[in-house]
């Protein structure tokens, strides 16, 4: 079992910050692709970044590439530990939404939200115009 619990969401200004922290546990992380997705309210789940096993590939929705920045830090992957962030940049109100960490087993990155194994709780993120 994977167990992921996100942090760091909030009410921010548009055109201001904010940088989500996705805590996962539980298994040989490395093998796992970790993402993040948005849900606003009356709308699907939306895939919004996706990163690697080793943190050497990304990729992007278009609605906030050149925005958002997603990483990994992996230095206590030997202990089953592994923290993914997503740095999130002059923010919109259409950004406003439950934020979630994924992760799945596949070495492939995938962009729908039916690919992922394991999920979080997310954390509100709401920007003020």
């Known amino acids: 079992q994977v167990q992921l619990v996100e942090s760091g969401g909030g009410l921010v200004q548009a055109g201001g910050s904010l940088r989500l922290s996705c805590a996962a546990s539980?298994?040989?992380?490395?093998?796992?692709?970790m993402a993040w997705f948005r849900q606003a309210p009356g709308e699907e789940r939306e895939f919004v970044a996706a990163?690697?096993?080793?943190?050497?590939?990304?990729?992007?929705?278009?609605?906030v590439r050149g925005r958002f920045t997603i990483s990994r830090d992996n230095t206590k992957i030997a202990v089953f530990e592994n923290t993914v962030y997503l740095q999130m940049n002059s923010l919109k109100p259409e950004d406003t939404a439950v934020y979630y960490c994924?992760?799945?087993?596949?070495?492939?990155?995938?962009?729908?939200?039916?690919?992922?194994?394991?999920w979080g709780q997310g954390t509100q993120v709401t920007v003020s115009s």
């Open positions: 994924a992760a799945d087993d596949d070495k492939a990155v995938f962009t729908e939200a039916r690919a992922y194994d394991y």
């Open positions: 539980g298994r040989t992380l490395m093998n796992y692709v």
């Open positions: 990163i690697t096993g080793r943190g050497d590939s990304a990729y992007y929705a278009d609605r």
